[in-house]
């Protein structure tokens, strides 16, 4: 018997993916063959492919499906381009969900963490994720968050890390302080609960030393989705206007006030300060005392969202208090309201309630003045309601008068700089980083509190700090960090004096991990500092990241600001840490997002079970592009499956030998192939890998009939498209190609097979087969030349006999894509 015949006798008819796993997955854990090579004579140009991390919550889930189906769509596509190709995977394993899970248990947040990180490991090589696994990590191994403590000294030394008191974001809940960007509509993004603000000491990161470069660095982003770059430009939020000067009877020291628009300084009829700053309790008098402490009670419990809410009925109380306005010396009240706040600008406004309709909102509520001193022809909005913020003429405005607003801002602010009373200034909306967090299951913050030689960072050679034995009740939230009842561990020795010293309880942000995990994987042993500088260089930076677009404004935006400070720092020969990114959409059912309450859950694991990795995957790349949402109640892994066992059947039934001169194969075949090889390439370059699933489906299609119908099974046309198939299908489908690979007598992996190129001989096409649709169904099909032009093919469609049968006049469309369709509305 020869070695076709004994291929042949175990392409069995059965399609069994779970026997096929069982077989490859053991193969594959034995080969290692996705590991990165670091061997300084490998030819093989570098690629880094990455996906974002996931939390051990459990095991896999849905989302996760999807995300890493993708990345590994890009990552295989490149070890079969030839390329060396770095793809790691490890845990973000520090955070709240953890902690929470050891006080219901009576246990250590680390024992539900590593368990569930073995649950996912063992999950995600059942998926066939090509990753190297001689990269793991996990963050909250002491031997990485000791970096994230050296980290941490380097930027205190820079300035870059500091602690300073103010208004903070609380979650009454989950007992910690938020960022701002933690906040979604006034909630704790982690919990739900609703956001208060507390008066709280805390570490900062200054992100905002970096917010113009954040801004002009976006120009190399050029590998990113417009979406994400106008969300973080939005965040940073950069303005041009002037910082002006008030004088605020009773107070020696003039107060700053930011604007955009110092050309309607003319029209300022009261002067607001947030409720909750330092300065409206400074210069309330007596008399109004009472009433502003009960307010600034009330105010105290509304998050930022709700304050600047646009439909919020104004609030607010008199502060006893007058401001001069500089440019005309009028006295305007001073009042303190919550449409403020205090970390915007300095804290304090000027109204114009002509031309802002929360100042007009306001001013209706109270009866304050209101001026117009831009016409821009409608209607007065002191009688309207409604402000006019647009451009026009300035009016009302002495030296402005009759000037434009550009020209007006610039006369404005020549003046005010030449009185002394304003400059020109540029405002940021992004606030700097709130990095501590009073829960104990985050990396320690490395400084000690000495009464005499004050923040005193920890020795580098005394790193890592690691936490305590912490566990159930005692990690319960209390207001402050579990790690200050640990008396043992926060007594110490200054580091300088000698003297009696604190270390700080508190513990980082978790997206300190995050923000550059990426580069602890180009060379995760190394001990003499955070990444080994030259294997970065070698690998970095990210040639494509994936992952979700709710990280546009939190990972992203600071993994770019680490990335800046180490590019500073001589550590990095980049500024940008990801030179392409691919947000995925999400996995919902019956068009709403899976969730317990709903009892629309679709369980990973259990669909794997019933259908095979392979089936799930493929429904996951063609269900659409990989932007949009996959609704799990409208696709079909059973009918993924079946074209599985079809692809399975055709690399299984092949008969010539490997190596076959394809020469002489059938040429129609032969087309099919490497048109379906040229297009693959071209969608899955630019994304569209549903798209790229279809052309294997039809080249499978085409296979089929050529064994079924002719040439037959030993063409050298077959094996050239049953290879091929094997080649591409292990983008979507790795166990499936990797059993198909092997039957059509191949050695070695099939995800290092080679892409194969397209023969641009065989692309030429003499003809092409136009569809052609009445009211969307189809009513025949043209034989036509490929650059047939629209209006030929129009007339060609419009004459054909099928066609006319369906119509009863002249149609009221005819929709013409040459060379393929034409759809006809009657």
């Not at 009454?172 to 709280?200: F, H, M, S, W, Y």
């Not at 109270?366 to 009688?383: I, R, S, Y």
């Not at 030993?714 to 498209?721: F, N």
Request: with cysteine; glycine share 8%; net charge negative.
């Amino acid at each position: 018997m020869g070695p076709n015949q004994a291929r042949r006798t175990v392409a069995v008819s059965e399609y069994d993916p779970q026997a096929l796993q069982a077989k490859w997955l053991q193969r594959w854990e034995e080969q290692e063959p996705f590991r990165a090579s670091e061997e300084p004579a490998d030819p093989r140009e570098r690629r880094y492919m990455l996906d974002m991390f996931p939390y051990p919550s459990g095991d896999l889930h849905m989302g996760h499906g999807e995300v890493f189906a993708i990345g590994d769509v890009v990552a295989r596509y490149w070890m079969q381009k030839g390329y060396n190709v770095l793809h790691p995977i490890g845990w973000d394993s520090f955070g709240l969900p953890a902690e929470n899970a050891a006080i219901k248990r009576n246990a250590h947040p680390a024992e539900w963490t590593y368990a569930n990180i073995e649950t996912q490991a063992h999950s995600f090589k059942r998926y066939g994720i090509s990753f190297d696994w001689s990269r793991r990590l996990h963050t909250s191994d002491p031997d990485y968050y000791r970096w994230n403590q050296w980290l941490f000294n380097r930027f205190f030394e820079r300035g870059l890390a500091y602690r300073k008191g103010g208004l903070v974001n609380w979650c009454p809940n989950d007992q910690t302080v938020l960022a701002n960007e933690q906040v979604v509509a006034g909630k704790c993004e982690r919990c739900g609960a609703d956001v208060i603000r507390r008066e709280l000491t805390q570490w900062y990161f200054k992100i905002t030393d970096y917010a113009q470069r954040l801004l002009d660095d976006m120009d190399q982003l050029t590998g990113w989705p417009e979406r994400l770059l106008t969300m973080q430009r939005n965040w940073i939020g950069r303005s041009e206007g002037a910082d002006v000067l008030f004088t605020i009877e009773g107070r020696e020291e003039p107060v700053h006030v930011y604007t955009t628009r110092p050309d309607t300084l003319f029209g300022a009829t009261f002067f607001v300060v947030a409720a909750d700053a330092a300065l409206a309790d400074e210069i309330v008098t007596d008399e109004w005392r009472e009433a502003f402490e009960a307010y600034r009670t009330e105010v105290a419990r509304l998050s930022d969202i709700e304050r600047l809410a646009t439909d919020k009925e104004k609030t607010g109380v008199f502060l006893g208090r007058y401001a001069i306005n500089p440019v005309n010396g009028e006295r305007i009240p001073v009042w303190a309201a919550d449409y403020v706040l205090s970390d915007y600008g300095h804290g304090a406004i000027m109204a114009v309630p002509a031309h802002d309709q929360r100042d007009l909102d306001f001013a209706l509520k109270f009866d304050l003045p209101v001026k117009v001193v831009v016409h821009t022809g409608l209607a007065d909005p002191g009688e309207t309601g409604e402000a006019t913020p647009g451009e026009g003429t300035l009016v009302n405005s002495g030296p402005l008068d009759g000037l434009e607003k550009a020209e007006a801002i610039r006369k404005i602010i020549e003046v005010l700089e030449a009185e002394g009373k304003g400059t020109g200034a540029i405002n940021f909306r992004l606030r700097d980083w709130l990095l501590s967090r009073q829960r104990y299951w985050g990396t320690p913050i490395p400084i000690i509190h000495c009464p005499d030689c004050g923040e005193v960072p920890v020795p580098d050679e005394q790193l890592p700090v690691t936490l305590p034995d912490l566990r159930g009740e005692a990690l319960a939230p209390k207001g402050v960090s579990p790690l200050a009842s640990a008396a043992d561990w926060v007594n110490v020795e200054c580091p300088k004096c000698g003297g009696r010293a604190q270390r700080d309880t508190d513990t980082m942000d978790t997206f300190v991990d995050s923000s550059w995990y990426f580069l602890r994987y180009c060379s995760p042993g190394y001990t003499d500092g955070p990444f080994d500088v030259e294997q970065v260089r070698k690998w970095g930076p990210i040639d494509q990241y994936v992952g979700g677009i709710e990280h546009a404004v939190l990972h992203l935006l600071y993994s770019r600001f680490f990335t800046k400070v180490l590019h500073d720092m001589g550590m990095l020969d980049f500024s940008e840490p990801f030179q392409r990114m691919l947000n995925q959409g999400q996995v919902i059912n019956a068009g709403k997002a899976m969730s317990k309450t709903l009892g629309n859950g679709v369980d990973l694991g259990q669909q794997i079970d019933d259908f095979g990795v392979d089936a799930v995957r493929l429904t996951m790349v063609f269900a659409g592009p990989p932007e949009d949402d996959i609704d799990w109640a409208d696709v079909s892994p059973l009918a993924s499956q079946k074209f599985l066992a079809r692809a399975l059947r055709v690399m299984s039934e092949v008969t010539s030998e490997p190596g076959v001169a394809v020469e002489g194969g059938d040429v129609e075949l032969r087309k099919v192939t490497h048109r379906t090889i040229d297009e693959v390439t071209r969608q899955i370059d630019s994304y569209k890998f549903n798209v790229a699933v279809a052309r294997m489906m039809e080249l499978t299609s085409a296979a089929r009939r050529a064994i079924d119908v002719g040439p037959g099974p030993a063409d050298p046309a077959v094996r050239e498209a049953a290879e091929t198939l094997a080649i591409m299908l292990s983008l979507v489908a790795p166990y499936t190609a990797e059993e198909g690979w092997e039957r059509l007598g191949r050695t070695g992996p099939v995800a290092f097979g080679g892409w194969p190129s397209a023969d641009p001989a065989l692309l030429v096409q003499e003809s092409v087969t136009c569809v052609v649709q009445v009211a969307g169904k189809v009513r025949d099909r043209l034989e036509v030349s490929p650059d047939i032009t629209e209006q030929e093919l129009r007339e060609l469609a419009l004459a054909s006999e099928k066609v006319s049968a369906y119509l009863t006049g002249m149609p009221r469309k005819v929709i013409v894509r040459a060379p393929k369709l034409v759809n006809i509305v009657p």
